[in-house]
């Protein structure tokens, strides 16, 4: 039997809590597993710079050597101290840090897009308020009694059901038997889930959309529609791995990792939802429904769900019903009795993000030929031919998420977003700005529409060719040779104009994973479109924060879907999220979200033989015509 790992404990100065780090962790990563938040633009590789934390105290070898790499990225400590990179740095022993201002990770939400639209407000939850009888009051009645009978009044109904740990949470508040004025919120205008005394008119609830990378919850006002504030954060999941096969196979090898990456996401959605109450004045009891979707294999593990079959054929998940289920039965922490609405998974693929994003589209999505791309990690596409709905999904690897790319790092303050070569020759390029304007607006790497952007403003100007190659070091400047002569990056921002000092750039390898995430993408569609005998589209519907960056003529240019006019190409947001949020506040789109589930055929790619060939033929960077039209 192997030992177990030693552990130590790392204290923080400034606020004297106290992390448990197992040996050879590092640092940032054992700080996020016990909710310390410090702050990893790229997500923990090494590559931003932004998690410095200041040794205080520290014994001999209690933290492993700097590598070559955390040193390159190291400010000079103004006051000859030690800084250290936290997701570079192993602990090995007993130590104290100061988590400075600007690497403490900031919880208000960077830009995650969503639209605005206007919901018809018809919650699932809704708030009565009503006179209670006393206890002297004829013919004599016991208290539920009394509570039943006054509700179902107030609500035009014939009864009403308050179950005994309603009745129980409400008997523990002081002077609980004398009130003569109560507030029940009630699920489905029957079904009494919180009584509180007194009068209280608004009722809130949240809409969570997970992500692999990252994931967003949406504080709601239920009476009105309105979003009251929103909370982005990165998905903690991340240190068992940046996709979810990698997830998967940490679970496969020990069980007992599906508990712990459910509860490091509970916890952080909970930090998210209780900063976003205390930022509106909102108190936690007054948010009484919740609805989360996800791709399958973040739905399995919120609710508990071992997702190991989703890898492995035929990938089919363990429920494919949208979940109501109590609240506190995931562990989120909004009022006790409340139910939570978790949406329907299609295949071990394509779930309920997937679902909650159809829900935005409108009556035009079902009149001719349109194509719903959603690329992530993971690239889901649905087709709408004719009213008839199928789908199907890609392995696109995460350089869409800007992981595995030499400078890449997710969609966030600071991240090149869009690159183009000036009609002079020189390369440039735009930035997702700072909350704050005042802050340092240089870039500090490439997210994933910064890296489709660049390599389609290489083929366009002849730096990449169609088939992914760079062009000679003697065709531009900033072309960089390797030791053989040949060009093997592109450097897009010179050192001087980056907030790491170190040039940022595309290199052969990166472009590569282009080509291999979108000959996959482009691959599906391409069968897709075949099964369905469409030969023309309509128009492409791009969702989530990867499409809301990408400028249409770049995708196009290097053919990532299927050639159309430029003006049939729309980027609609986070429609995941969107989706998500109409449910919660529409009860009737929970139902419409089953009707799209039980409509919808999957197409595996796993099992065609022909995705192969049309891969390798869509590994050429160019706006290719459709296979299916030679």
């Given at each position: 039997m192997s030992k177990p790992a030693a552990l130590h404990h790392v204290s923080l100065s400034d606020d004297a809590r106290r992390i448990t780090v197992r040996d050879g962790e590092r640092l940032l990563f054992g700080a996020w597993r016990c909710g310390i938040g410090i702050k990893s633009i790229c997500g923990g590789r090494g590559k931003c710079g932004s998690c410095i934390v200041q040794v205080d105290t520290a014994g001999p070898g209690a933290l492993a050597a700097p590598s070559a790499a955390e040193t390159a990225l190291l400010p000079p400590h103004p006051q000859g101290g030690t800084y250290r990179l936290a997701c570079l740095c192993e602990v090995r022993g007993e130590l104290t840090i100061s988590i400075p201002p600007e690497s403490q990770a900031v919880r208000s939400a960077p830009r995650k897009p969503f639209t605005a639209t206007a919901v018809t407000a018809r919650p699932l939850?809704?708030?009565?308020?009503?006179?209670?009888?006393?206890?002297?009051?004829?013919?004599?009645?016991?208290?539920?009694?009394?509570?039943?009978?006054?509700?179902?009044?107030?609500?035009?109904?014939?009864?009403?059901?308050?179950?005994?740990?309603?009745?129980?949470?409400?008997?523990?508040?002081?002077?609980?038997?004398?009130?003569?004025?109560?507030?029940?919120?009630?699920?489905?205008?029957?079904?009494?889930?919180?009584?509180?005394?007194?009068?209280?008119?608004?009722?809130?609830?949240?809409?969570?959309?997970?992500?692999?990378?990252?994931?967003?919850?949406?504080?709601?006002?239920?009476?009105?529609?309105?979003?009251?504030?929103?909370?982005?954060?990165?998905?903690?999941?991340?240190?068992?791995?940046?996709?979810?096969?990698?997830?998967?196979?940490?679970?496969?090898?020990?069980?007992?990792?599906?508990?712990?990456?459910?509860?490091?996401?509970?916890?952080?959605?909970?930090?998210?939802?209780?900063?976003?109450?205390?930022?509106?004045?909102?108190?936690?009891?007054?948010?009484?429904?919740?609805?989360?979707?996800?791709?399958?294999?973040?739905?399995?593990?919120?609710?508990?769900?071992?997702?190991?079959?989703?890898?492995?054929?035929?990938?089919?998940?363990?429920?494919?019903?949208?979940?109501?289920?109590?609240?506190?039965?995931?562990?989120?922490?909004?009022?006790?009795?409340?139910?939570?609405?978790?949406?329907?998974?299609?295949s071990g693929y394509i779930g309920g993000d997937t679902l909650a994003a159809l829900l935005t589209r409108g009556a035009d999505f079902y009149r001719g030929s349109q194509l719903l791309v959603d690329v992530g990690t993971n690239g889901e596409v649905v087709l709408s031919h004719e009213g008839k709905l199928s789908a199907t999904s890609c392995a696109t690897g995460p350089v869409y998420e800007g992981a595995h790319i030499r400078c890449g790092m997710r969609a966030a303050p600071g991240a090149v977003e869009r690159v183009w070569v000036g009609a002079d020759g020189a390369i440039r390029w735009a930035a997702i700005g700072e909350p704050d304007a005042a802050g340092d607006k240089r870039p500090i790497g490439l997210c994933g529409s910064g890296v489709i952007s660049g390599v389609s403003a290489g083929v366009r100007a002849g730096l990449i060719g169609r088939d992914g190659a760079l062009a000679p070091p003697t065709t531009h400047a900033q072309l960089r040779a390797n030791s053989e002569g040949d060009s093997e990056e592109l450097v897009l921002v010179r050192a001087p104009y980056a907030r790491t000092a170190r040039d940022i750039v595309l290199t052969q390898q990166d472009i590569r994973a282009v080509q291999l995430g979108k000959a996959a993408l482009r691959a599906g569609i391409e069968i897709l479109l075949a099964e369905s005998g469409v030969t023309r589209l309509d128009r492409v519907y791009l969702a989530g924060a990867f499409g809301n960056h990408l400028q249409p003529e770049d995708i196009l240019e290097i053919g990532l879907v299927p050639p159309l006019p430029v003006q049939c190409v729309r980027s609609i947001g986070n429609a995941a999220g969107d989706g998500a949020r109409a449910a919660l506040l529409d009860r009737h789109q929970r139902r419409r979200a089953a009707q799209l589930a039980r409509r919808l055929s999957v197409l595996e790619l796993s099992f065609r033989g022909d995705f192969q060939d049309l891969f390798v033929r869509h590994t050429q960077l160019s706006p290719a015509p459709a296979a299916i039209l030679d």
């Open positions: 939850a809704t708030r009565v308020t009503f006179a209670v009888d006393g206890p002297d009051a004829a013919p004599p009645r016991a208290l539920a009694t009394r509570i039943e009978q006054a509700a179902a009044a107030a609500l035009g109904t014939r009864a009403v059901e308050l179950p005994l740990p309603v009745l129980a949470d409400f008997s523990a508040v002081a002077g609980f038997d004398a009130m003569r004025e109560v507030t029940a919120t009630v699920l489905r205008d029957r079904h009494i889930v919180q009584l509180l005394p007194g009068r209280h008119a608004r009722t809130c609830g949240i809409a969570v959309d997970i992500g692999t990378t990252s994931f967003v919850v949406f504080l709601c006002d239920l009476t009105c529609g309105q979003i009251l504030t929103m909370r982005t954060a990165v998905n903690p999941q991340a240190i068992y791995g940046e996709d979810v096969i990698s997830r998967i196979t940490h679970i496969q090898q020990d069980g007992a990792l599906l508990g712990s990456m459910r509860q490091l996401l509970v916890d952080e959605i909970n930090r998210a939802l209780i900063e976003a109450c205390a930022e509106v004045g909102v108190p936690p009891a007054d948010v009484v429904d919740a609805v989360l979707v996800g791709n399958p294999t973040m739905q399995h593990i919120l609710l508990g769900l071992d997702p190991r079959s989703l890898g492995r054929t035929p990938y089919l998940p363990v429920r494919s019903e949208g979940v109501d289920i109590p609240a506190r039965d995931l562990g989120l922490a909004i009022a006790p009795q409340a139910q939570a609405y978790v949406f329907p998974m299609i």
